[in-house]
Each structure stands twice: as structure tokens, then as C-alpha cells.
């Protein structure tokens, strides 16, 4: 259903735009705590995607800026790691108060530059950005090592829970505001400093959030934003020699090549890639809960969401009824202006992924049966990168759909027999980022949650995430946790220190290697 939107949605849309010009002026990178220009010598535009109008063009950061970044962040490494946890804490606290007095205008550059309806980045972008920065701002005081005893001796021990550094991550463009601050936030509550490199496409807020911290009294340099593209500034971020972790969120083909330069000089490395999340119904299940979790799983941020429901695996007495009320929800959804009120569907991120998930949608046709949707919209919205909600049948388990990552509006629906058959299926991927089961039954619900392979399996519902619990995959989504105390595993390491309690140095030890001397 298309959605034409209204006029407080284009007076919305035309003030943050008028706004980018003025507020991004001096450039988009951020280094030392102030804007500058990218010296690479190439420009690249941000475009609205559902319009296809450019919004921002900037110059592309270089390696040289990659340079001065890292720098910045390891002069203010000492001092930032050497404030006492309730120091970082107060300051996080700070950060979370400006960005909720900021909330509206991250809301509106966030859905201009991603396409993604005003409605979702009020209430789960922008919301779910301060309360991760309000959880990390109390984590920040509970970043214990442990306590020992007299292991060996006379000896006393215990264990140092230290910043690593200077961590260099990368953010992708679907969640850049999110994926910005799951990046930061855990890395300087445990002490370290950060240069970020946002996607090309998206990085207004990434730029917005630095500022904001700035205002909040975080020292210059603790975040620093360099916007330039993969192979250069990007790659030259990964093996920075004064780097000392990289946090990669993307693509599992790009993740290997980030594996592949940040071991070369043997950096921490934490990767959060793709998925392929199964969405398993049981006979038992509440049919109309799970028609309505699929096409909100799957249709989530227009499909562009690595946790999306893309696979549903249906038993078989539920198929052909779940198949005919999803496709009969989809074709409700309202595609339009992502600033109007009533929108529930934006564009892609790009008529680049508009046609290459067309192109998958196209290349099923042929194997499989496409039950709605499968076209780009004309009329109003045919200049933007939009899709129709698309809901595909009866495709084999080996079928390129049910395999690959498609990241677009797509939902794949496949029948099973048997409980056995359905975990199976469900696990019959190189993914494990998330998974959800659908069952009125405790025991199969329980059973489900053990034996699907992925780093998230939600019973009865699909997406919601929350600051105090981890996220992160198995297999091929990579390694490592985002959010929630666990992630402080990723950006902390271990000391063990170790104290001989006599009061004068023991010969002992000493003698057993060298004798008497």
C-alpha cells in the first residue's frame, strides 16, 4: 500500500536538510575534538534514499587523516584511562543527557540519510542510543578484576582488568547511530579511546554523536570520526601499528579481509557479521502472534537488519495458512515518505541494494513461488530506492534464497515435519546471529533455544534487544559481544599481578635456578 505522506513531513524533511549544510560545514571528519576536511582529494555525496537527492557531499578521508586520528586518540589514551571509573562515569552520565536533549535532531538526520520512517528513529534508534549510553555510563563503576589469595606460598594474587588502547572500528551503514554507539560506548567506559570509521552512505549522526560527547565534557581526542572509504582509510585504520583492537560490523566477505589485516600485526579483533536468522513456527503456535512477529522481523528497517526473520520454517498443519495471512499482512504495510506520520515501510539504502535484491527476488522466480510483492513502486515513489514487501514460497533448502544474505524487504517461508526436522533446517546455515521459535509448549520452546546454533533465540517474539544483554553471533556472524556488561570482555584485558608478602626478598626461588650466588 503506498502512503503519500503530507506536507509536515516535507516542511520536516526540507529543515534538517537546510540544517546539513550549516552544521557539517567545516567537514566530515572529527579529530581532536573538532571538524575537519578530509585530505584523500575525493568527495563523496550523502543521498536521501527516498528521493535520490544528494544532501552532503565532503571530502573522503585519506590516510594521512587516519594518521592524525589514531594520534589524537593515543595522546589522550593516559588521561582517559587513568580516570577513576566514576570520572568516565559522570562524564558518560553528561553524554547521556545531552543526547536526550539532542534526541529530535539525531531523529531526523538519522532518517533522512538511511531512508528509514521518522516513526522508528523516535522511538527505537535514538531512544535505544541514549539508554546505551545511560547503561554504560553505571557500567563504567563495575569494571572489577578479581580478588586472590595465597596460590603459591607466601605469595599474594590478584587480577587487573586494564584498557587495551586505541581501538579502530568500523560501523556500517544500517543502523549507523546505534552501531555507532555500540562501537563507542563500551570502549571508553572501560578507559580506551576510539577512532570510528563510519560508511560512506551514512555518517551524519556518527559526526553528531562525537560532538554531542564533546558538549558533555568528554576530553578531546577520547572519539575521533574518520568518514573515508573501505580500502584506504578503512584498511589503513585495521593495521594501524599504534591500533590496538579493531571492532568490525559488516559483512561476513568484508569481516574475513578485516581478520586477515588485523592479524598481520596481531590485534584484538571483534567482528559482528551477517545472518540468515530462522524463524521456526510449531504446530502449536499462536498463528496470528507469529504471522504478525514475521512480518515485523523481516520487514524491520526494510530487511537491511542482520537479525532480521529471513528463513521461516513452518510445520506443516500451519504452512499454507501462515503463507496467505503473511502475504495478505504485507500487502497492508504503507511504503511512502519516511518523514509522514503514517509510514511504516522507507526505502533502501540505495537504488545500488534496491536492484540487487530485485535481482534475487527476479533469479527465484524460477524456482520458486514469489506469493507478493517483488517489484520496485511507481508513481510517486519511483525516483527513491524502494521495494515492495516481498514474501517468497516453497523454495528448496539449497535455493540461493535461503542461503545467501539478501539484506532487503524479503521473508522466505519453507515447510518442515517434524521437531527434529525443523532444528535441523534451522541450523543448515554458515550463519548464527539470531533465531527466534514460535510454541505455545515450554519443553519445545526450551528445547529450540539449546539447539539452535545462533547467539540470540527469542521464544514468541523477533528483534527486540536490550542494553543489558549481549549481542553478538556464532559460525560465520562472527565473534565477540556488543552492549551489556559481556562487552567489556571485548575491550579490557587481564593482569595478573603478583605480590611476595616476606619482608625481605626470598632466596629461595632464587637459589633453585642459580644456586648459591
Known amino acids: 500500500m503506498h502512503n503519500p505522506g503530507n506536507a509536515d513531513g516535507a516542511d520536516a524533511r526540507r529543515r534538517t536538510r537546510d540544517d546539513i549544510g550549516t552544521r557539517f560545514a567545516a567537514g566530515a571528519q572529527y579529530i581532536a575534538g573538532r571538524p575537519a576536511r578530509g585530505t584523500s582529494g575525493r568527495t563523496h555525496a550523502v543521498v536521501d534514499p527516498s528521493t535520490g537527492d544528494e544532501v552532503y557531499t565532503y571530502e573522503l578521508a585519506g590516510a594521512e587523516d587516519v594518521d592524525r586520528a589514531v594520534a589524537a586518540a593515543r595522546a589522550a589514551f593516559p588521561e582517559w584511562a587513568g580516570a577513576t571509573p566514576g570520572e568516565r562515569s559522570d562524564a558518560l552520565h553528561r553524554f547521556a543527557s545531552v543526547l536526550a536533549d539532542q534526541a529530535e535532531d539525531f531523529a531526523r538526520l538519522e532518517s533522512l540519510q538511511c531512508g528509514k520512517p521518522l516513526k522508528l528513529t523516535r522511538e527505537f534508534d535514538v531512544p535505544g542510543t541514549i539508554d546505551n549510553t545511560a547503561f554504560f555510563a553505571g557500567a563504567a563503576r563495575h569494571l572489577q578484576g578479581q580478588s586472590a589469595g595465597e596460590y603459591s606460598g607466601d605469595h599474594t594474587s590478584y587480577v587487573r582488568r586494564e584498557a587495551i588502547g586505541v581501538v579502530g572500528s568500523i560501523a556500517p551503514w544500517n543502523y549507523p547511530l546505534q552501531m555507532a554507539a555500540w562501537k563507542i560506548l563500551p570502549a571508553i567506559a572501560a578507559g580506551n579511546t576510539i577512532v570510528l570509521k563510519p560508511a560512506e552512505l551514512t555518517p551524519l549522526t556518527s559526526l553528531l554523536f562525537a560532538r554531542a560527547a564533546t558538549e558533555a565534557g568528554i576530553p578531546d581526542g577520547v572519539i575521533n570520526i574518520v568518514t573515508g572509504a573501505g580500502r584506504e582509510a578503512g584498511e589503513h585504520l585495521v593495521g594501524h601499528p599504534d591500533v590496538a583492537m579493531t ?82 499482512l504485507m500487502e497492508s504495510v504503507r511504503l511512502g515518505d519516511p518523514f509522514a506520520p503514517g509510514t511504516d515501510l522507507g526505502p533502501l539504502i540505495s537504488h545500488v541494494q534496491r536492484d540487487r535484491v530485485a535481482a534475487f527476488v527476479d533469479r527465484a522466480r524460477s524456482y520458486a513461488r514469489v506469493v507478493t510483492g517483488g517489484e520496485a513502486p511507481g508513481g510517486d515513489l519511483a525516483k527513491g530506492a524502494y521495494f515492495r514487501p516481498t514474501l517468497i514460497a516453497d523454495a528448496a533448502q539449497d535455493s540461493e534464497v535461503v542461503r545467501s544474505e539478501i539484506f532487503g524487504p524479503v521473508l522466505v517461508v519453507l515447510p518442515f515435519d517434524s521437531d527434529d526436522d525443523g532444528i535441523r533446517l534451522a541450523n543448515d546455515t554458515p550463519y548464527g546471529l539470531a533465531a527466534s521459535a514460535w510454541s505455545r509448549d515450554v519443553y519445545r520452546a526450551n528445547r529450540a533455544t539449546r539447539e539452535i546454533r545462533a547467539g540470540c533465540v527469542w521464544v514468541n517474539d523477533h528483534i527486540p534487544i536490550i542494553s543489558e544483554m549481549p549481542h553478538g553471533g556464532y559460525k560465520a556472524s562472527g565473534f565477540g559481544k556488543d552492549m551489556s556488561s559481556y562487552s567489556f570482555e571485548e575491550y579490557t584485558q587481564i593482569k595478573h599481578v603478583m605480590f611476595d608478602n616476606t619482608a625481605v626478598a626470598r632466596k629461595d626461588w632464587h637459589r633453585t635456578i642459580f644456586g648459591d650466588r
Request: charged share 20%.
Open 247 to 328: 571492532s568490525f560490523t559488516g559483512s561476513t566477505a568484508v569481516g574475513r579481509r578485516v581478520a586477515e589485516i588485523a592479524t598481520a600485526t596481531v590485534k584484538r579483533l571483534h567482528l559482528e557479521l551477517g545472518g540468515k536468522a530462522p524463524f521456526v513456527v510449531f504446530d502449536d503456535a499462536d498463528l496470528e502472534a507469529a504471522v504478525h512477529g514475521a512480518v515485523a522481523g523481516a520487514l524491520i528497517n526494510t530487511g537491511q537488519d542482520c537479525t532480521a526473520a529471513t528463513r521461516a520454517y513452518v510445520q506443516r498443519p500451519l504452512y499454507e495458512e501462515f503463507v496467505s495471512r503473511t502475504a495478505a
